[in-house]
């Protein structure tokens, strides 16, 4: 039976999962968030002929590159910018999870370094994502800044970008990527460390060849071809009444401005080998971390991404739209970094994945003026007819990753 | 009374890990290797946990259990993911002279009082991993740490007494792998409660805490693992890497844990004597040819 | 003709940790089966009762197996016979745990609970689970007890792995071995009775010491043939 299924948002028809980890080719690569419209077509995750992804690729890349050669030129880089009048010398953007963590930490107190970090918070702090973030700064030591954008004008991007994108994490992702630049430029910072490279999780591999972030992510050429939630620059201010002032928080720096500043983009992950739950451990030893004591909706997981209320909604959105669940996000980067066997993590994805979030959707929906019904009612519009079919008066995906 | 001192062997596949708050797959090594050298240096008994079975139905204990039990002739407790009376039978039979139940003891307490029957008391042991509450309680978890079960930790200890179970496994989530001591309100709660004998678990740094939470904390036995699994780092661990499990911890030869002082068994059991607290211990100098 | 080495069978009444058992007696090079037929009971050079868990039940299995005339008869004929926790509690007479349970006969005395032992201002648990001193019986004539029993190659005050809730009391003192003490409770953790000898804790469990016992034991059962 050949029926030809529709696919939104440019996916790919036919569903492929890796044959080392679980991710799939529905899983969409990063890209510039303020070009994101409903129409969009993602370019997604690339597995190769032998049936292994990109992501995987790059794992295996990982071991076979020289580590105390790429130390040194960290070493090099940090001697290059290091500044010992009592200036900052780079920064270091994060939130107190395990990787900005450990970044921080490890810059300051090993490489010598005097890092400003700056957070773009979570649209609504977890008890134990704050505690984090003040262990952070106070454990940790380090000097922050936060900042914390116009509530009214976040809650109304929030709800939007659910509306026309089923995407709530939108707002974050913006703010973070492109508060880093700015406050670099405003305080005269010429380096700013990222953590790990993009590619870790699959996108095009050219990518990462070198260090520096690619510019285009946080450099904005014309302001006519700026979404956010789904809806122009334009429109938000002639139908939202929105000031362009509010909203310039989102939209990354004008490229003349960083090149002006001569501001430099590293990844700590291209020098140092990058293990996400060695992160974690650090995190306890050296900024009192800690893990929740309970597990993630719709994961295992006890310590991923753990301070905002709105990331199990999140993740519940890429079910909707890509058939990938949290469960298939971690598990697939602890294969990669071998904590897992890819039958362990088939296991955790039929057990965990796209479990609906309970814990914190109704106080998130009261945040943004949403009601459940609404929400509920977005996600079954999400569902694309060739990842999902209705069986029985349940939705069921069509493709589940099994044992090979 | 001397206390035992009980090594705790986390197990996934066939790696020795080791995490905080039962979190991180952490590789030290190979368990066998571990608990020969416990063995071999004083260890009183030995506990293997399967710290992945209740998460994703995977028992692998079985092959460590046999090989452990031909060569190692002290008691052998056995643990997670143990779900029937036919699970419990087989690592019997494979080799294990206890069991600890958690996940299934409080899914269905009735096993608890079936395996004892079944198999005696003696052979049944509970094991209660508590997380603190905001209002001073202590909640039962299960999974690992990750599942909440609304149970109060020291109602269920005091009913799984009930049941039948011939003695308690006390962890404290919230300080396991810390190092930063015992939970020592959390075990004395219990201990003075029930009058079985009650296993502490969980935040050994120094051996002073052993000594702390059999004193204050009215301990039966100690159970530990990172003090002492970093302790013998040099030792123990291998170069030939696992097939599977990250093993990036040891090949980085990391100095350990900071808040823990990494110690041997002879170390905590000295500290012991040396404070009043009876223990199997024979000092290295005065120990027979 | 070829030398016959010792065949051992250990009583599989269902209860209690066989294999290391076995194990033990495999580690010092003894023959040894695990059986429930009481035909190869009889027939083997020594017998071990093991054993860990209710006196009342046991006894029932026992009988049930036919075990209980096979073990008489073996202790008749003077074959050895190891009795190991629950296995020497078996032998008594008779035991007050959960009512009055007859036993096996095999040694006078009784079985009785451990009570409620103190250490100070602490009250210590039941079962004792744990490692615990075997203290030489002294005997009157300054002879030492345990020359020419399966403990001979021990220390005074060696420990051994007990689990445990009850306690045997034999009616005579001349056939215990050892005590042990546990917090106020002095009890009787090894005897010899005729070719019965028992211990209250578990050498299979108690690592290279109780090996020794083992070995002893294996010693004691080998054939006197010159080398």
């Known amino acids: ?404 | 009374m001397n206390v035992r001192i009980i090594p705790r062997l986390d197990i996934k596949g066939p790696n020795l890990v080791k995490g905080i708050h039962l979190e991180g797959l952490r590789v030290l090594g190979k368990p066998e290797v571990y608990a020969r050298h416990y063995y071999e240096h004083g260890a009183d008994e030995l506990v293997y946990m399967d710290v992945v079975a209740s998460l994703y139905g995977r028992n692998s204990l079985l092959d460590i259990i046999e090989r452990t039990s031909k060569e190692i002739f002290i008691p052998l407790t056995v643990g997670g993911g143990l779900r029937s009376l036919d699970d419990i039978r087989t690592a019997l039979r494979a080799g294990a002279d206890k069991v600890s139940l958690n996940t299934a003891a409080i899914a269905d307490p009735n096993l608890v009082r079936e395996a004892a029957k079944r198999f005696g008391s003696s052979t049944i042991l509970v094991s209660i991993e508590a997380i603190r509450q905001p209002d001073g309680t202590y909640e039962a978890h299960t999974d690992n740490g990750r599942e909440s079960t609304g149970l109060d930790a020291y109602e269920w200890a005091l009913r799984a007494a009930e049941l039948g179970a011939g003695e308690l496994m006390v962890t404290s989530i919230d300080r396991e792998g810390t190092g930063e001591g015992f939970d020592l309100e959390l075990t004395r709660r219990i201990a003075q409660s029930v009058p079985i004998p009650v296993i502490a678990c969980g935040g050994a740094g120094s051996p002073e805490h052993v000594r702390e939470v059999v004193v204050d904390g009215r301990a039966d036995a100690v159970s530990m693992a990172s003090i002492l699994h970093y302790g013998c780092l040099g030792v123990c661990d291998e170069d030939t890497f696992a097939v599977e499990g990250n093993v990036e911890y040891l090949s980085g030869r990391r100095a350990g844990f900071a808040k823990i002082t990494p110690s041997s068994i002879e170390d905590v059991k000295r500290h012991l004597s040396e404070n009043g607290v009876p223990c199997r211990y024979v000092p290295k100098e005065a120990a027979h040819a | 003709m070829p030398e016959r080495g010792a065949k051992v069978a250990i009583v599989d009444y269902g209860m209690g940790n066989l294999f290391s058992v076995k194990h033990a007696c495999s580690h010092v090079g003894l023959d040894a089966e695990i059986t429930a037929d009481r035909d190869a009971v009889l027939a083997a050079d020594a017998v071990i009762l093991p054993g860990v868990g209710a006196f009342g039940d046991a006894m029932v299995t026992l009988r049930d197996l036919g075990m209980d005339t096979a073990l008489r008869e073996v202790a008749q004929r003077g074959t050895p016979l190891f009795g190991i926790c629950l296995g020497l509690q078996l032998l008594m007479e008779v035991s007050h745990e959960f009512g009055e349970h007859e036993g096996l006969g095999l040694v006078p005395g009784e079985v009785v609970h451990l009570g409620a032992p103190r250490d100070g201002d602490r009250v210590l648990k039941v079962p004792q689970v744990g490692w615990n001193a075997l203290m030489r019986e002294p005997r009157a004539d300054g002879s030492d007890a345990w020359a020419g029993t399966w403990f001979e190659g021990l220390a005074d005050g060696t420990a051994m792995y007990f689990v445990h809730s009850f306690v045997v009391s034999p009616a005579g003192a001349a056939d215990v071995l050892a005590r042990t003490r546990y917090g106020d409770v002095t009890f009787c953790s090894a005897l010899r009775y005729r070719n019965v000898f028992a211990c209250q804790c578990h050498p299979e469990r108690s690592g290279p010491d109780g090996l020794r016992v083992y070995s002893d034991f294996a010693a004691a059962l080998a054939p006197r043939e010159s080398l």
């Open chain 1, 1 to 404: 039976m050949s029926e030809k299924l529709e696919t939104y948002c440019g996916l790919p028809e036919e569903v492929v999962f890796c044959k080392r980890c679980v991710m799939s080719n529905q899983r969409p690569s990063s890209f510039p968030e303020f070009k994101h419209t409903k129409d969009r077509k993602a370019p997604t995750l690339h597995i190769d002929e032998e049936g292994i992804c990109d992501a995987c690729r790059h794992a295996e890349q990982k071991e076979l590159i020289d580590w105390e050669a790429r130390e040194r030129e960290l070493v090099e880089l940090c001697d290059r910018y290091r500044k010992t009048d009592g200036s900052y010398d780079c920064l270091v953007p994060g939130s107190g999870g395990k990787d900005s963590a450990y970044q921080a930490h490890v810059l300051k107190y090993k490489y010598g370094m005097h890092p400003l970090t700056c957070t773009w918070p979570p649209i609504l702090y977890t008890d134990y994502g704050y505690k984090n973030f003040t262990n952070w700064i106070e454990v940790g030591g380090f000097d922050n800044i936060s900042f914390k954008p116009n509530g009214r004008v976040q809650k109304l991007l929030t709800r939007l970008s659910i509306q026309n994108l089923l995407h709530p994490f939108q707002t974050f992702i913006l703010g973070q990527k492109n508060l880093g630049p700015k406050i670099a430029a405003k305080w005269g910072i010429e380096l700013i460390f990222y953590g790990e490279n993009e590619a870790e999780y699959g996108n095009p591999l050219a990518d990462n060849t070198s260090s520096l972030r690619d510019k285009s992510y946080y450099t904005m050429e014309h302001l006519d071809e700026m979404y956010l939630g789904g809806v122009s620059i334009e429109e938000l201010r002639s139908k939202f009444g929105v000031d362009m002032n509010d909203l310039m928080i989102y939209l990354p720096p004008p490229v003349e401005e960083i090149e002006r500043s001569n501001i430099e983009v590293h990844y700590l992950g291209y020098y140092l080998k990058w293990t996400p739950q060695e992160s974690y451990y650090y995190a306890v030893e050296h900024t009192g971390f800690k893990a929740r004591p309970f597990r993630t909706e719709g994961t295992y997981s006890k310590y991923n991404s753990i301070d905002d209320k709105i990331d199990d909604l999140h993740y519940y959105t890429t079910f909707m739209k890509f058939g990938l669940g949290r469960a298939t996000y971690d598990s697939s980067q602890e294969v990669r970094n071998k904590h897992l066997t890819r039958e362990e993590a088939v296991a955790l994805v039929h057990r965990f994945d796209g479990e609906k979030p309970q814990r914190y959707i109704a106080e998130v929906m009261e945040h943004i003026g949403m009601t459940l019904e609404e929400f509920d009612e977005l996600c079954d519009k999400a569902r694309s007819p060739h990842l999902w079919v209705r069986d029985g008066g349940e939705w069921k995906l069509r493709h589940r990753v099994e044992n090979l």
